[in-house]
């Protein structure tokens, strides 16, 4: 990730320099001391994060994100608390640092736009995970967000969606590296189910849609994690 | 005559009884309203104080020290120490109807020292000091008002000259700054000089002379009487 610092006073661009540095794969790309200077930059370059103050000396940092087209993920910076409730208003503005700030704070701001890339890379691939698979001489469109959840059974796999049910042979170890990590988890050595269809879970068991699965002791706790149970 | 005796009797007794009760209510009565005044009057004074503090400022100080403590630290004792004298001053020291001119060309100082930190490569700060004696008394926070406002409508790149002069108990401040005519209205211009206009009233009375001139640069000249 790159990023960029709008913020007219240099103890507080310390400050923001000394974090940066800190954290691997942050790489500060330009320094800017006024929303003018920083405004021709993104108009031909494209940042991940912006440290933007509020309170710059020639335009306020709110109005200023306003006229960036397609802005970039925004951690707003200022001495000013009350500026709080209005600044969420804009999406684009993933946090907001009251200074001085602590570097564990920075890191929670970061790991805040780490979060949203996630999410937006999941909507994108929401369209595109299709596939097809062969059974019986016959290409199966699958698509795997309706995948209920995968049954392993000696050498066959049963895949069950909420159309239809497939069974050939595959092992659970091949599919693992297929589905997308954060919604699939395997619950035990012969299951791995779709988290977003879970109905209940109860002692060892769980439901998915009405199917009763099995958990297996090694895997709860990822399992419960991954729901955010605690 | 003994008839004429209890009469007095029977009527007198309840008649400062009575009374007694009256005045004793009125005296409870009494004693909160002085309470209520009391009370009244100490909020005033908080408010007054807190007004006397401005949190932005104190806030990126502190911030301030804190990038210091990061990357420069043999500084930090030293701006530790100025910010607390600082704050020694609007909290305690200001409380007085005038206070020594040093203490108050101390607070000024402090606060141009931190000023220049903050701004460095953002504004360029000249502050001028000419006293032929430092033996006078000033009403406290007066001149930083006018500094204040020359720091938050200067514009980018703006020069700052403060040109600060006591001769023979007279004062004079002088403070320019450039300003962007578009942005900053009339208005907001008012609200810190009008208060400060307000207390030289209050406190000068006839003694003073305040002259604010808004052409291409901001200028604001103050004339006290400090004898």
């Not at chain 1, 923001?16 to 800017?32: G, M, Q």
């Not at chain 1, 440290?51 to 707003?76: C, E, H, Q, R, V």
């Amino acid at each position: 990730m790159n990023c960029i610092i709008i913020e007219d006073e240099i103890p507080a661009q310390i400050i923001l320099k000394n974090y940066i540095a800190k954290i691997p794969n942050l790489e500060l790309v330009d320094t800017f001391k006024a929303a003018i200077e920083a405004n021709s930059f993104l108009n031909s370059n494209t940042v991940d994060i912006v440290f933007l103050d509020i309170n710059l000396p020639d335009i306020s940092g709110i109005d200023f994100i306003k006229t960036i087209k397609n802005p970039p993920a925004i951690i707003m910076t200022t001495a000013y608390p009350d500026y709080a409730v209005s600044s969420f208003e804009l999406e684009t503005i993933v946090d907001y640092l009251v200074k001085p700030f602590s570097f564990d704070r920075f890191l929670r701001a970061i790991n805040k736009v780490k979060a949203r890339s996630i999410q937006d890379l999941n909507a994108l691939e929401d369209d595109a995970d299709i596939l097809f698979l062969n059974v019986d001489k016959t290409h199966h469109k699958i698509i795997l967000n309706d995948i209920l959840y995968l049954e392993s059974d000696r050498n066959y796999v049963t895949i069950v969606t909420k159309t239809q049910k497939l069974s050939y042979i595959d092992s659970l170890k091949n599919w693992r590296s297929k589905l997308p990590i954060n919604t699939f988890v395997q619950v035990h050595k012969s299951y791995i189910i779709n988290s977003k269809y879970v109905d209940k879970i109860t002692g060892n068991e769980l439901y998915v849609q009405g199917n009763r699965i099995p958990i297996g002791r090694t895997y709860k706790q990822e399992l419960l994690a991954q729901l955010k149970i605690t | 005559m003994n008839c004429l005796s209890e009469y007095l009797w029977q009527s007198l007794v309840p008649l400062i009884f009575f009374s007694f009760i009256w005045m004793l209510y009125r005296y409870i009565d009494k004693q909160e309203e002085v309470e209520r005044v009391k009370k009244e009057h100490a909020e005033m004074e908080l408010k007054f104080l807190k007004s006397q503090i401005n949190p932005h400022v104190l806030f990126n100080n502190l911030n301030t020290i804190y990038s210091y403590s990061l990357e420069k630290p043999s500084e930090v004792p030293d701006m530790i120490l100025m910010l607390s004298d600082n704050l020694k001053h609007v909290l305690y020291e200001s409380n007085s109807k005038t206070i020594a001119l040093e203490k108050e060309l101390q607070f000024l100082k402090n606060y141009i020292k931190f000023q220049k930190i903050r701004t460095e490569g953002v504004k360029h700060i000249n502050y001028t000091v000419e006293i032929d004696s430092n033996q006078h008394q000033i009403a406290p926070l007066l001149l930083i008002t006018i500094l204040e406002n020359a720091f938050k409508h200067s514009t980018l790149n703006s020069d700052i000259n403060i040109v600060l002069k006591v001769n023979n108990g007279t004062l004079e401040c002088t403070c320019k700054n450039d300003y962007d005519k578009g942005v900053v209205s009339t208005q907001d211009f008012k609200i810190g000089l009008q208060n400060l206009e307000k207390r030289l009233q209050l406190i000068y009375k006839d003694n003073y002379q305040l002259n604010i001139s808004r052409t291409d640069t901001f200028i604001v000249y103050l004339k006290l009487n400090l004898l």
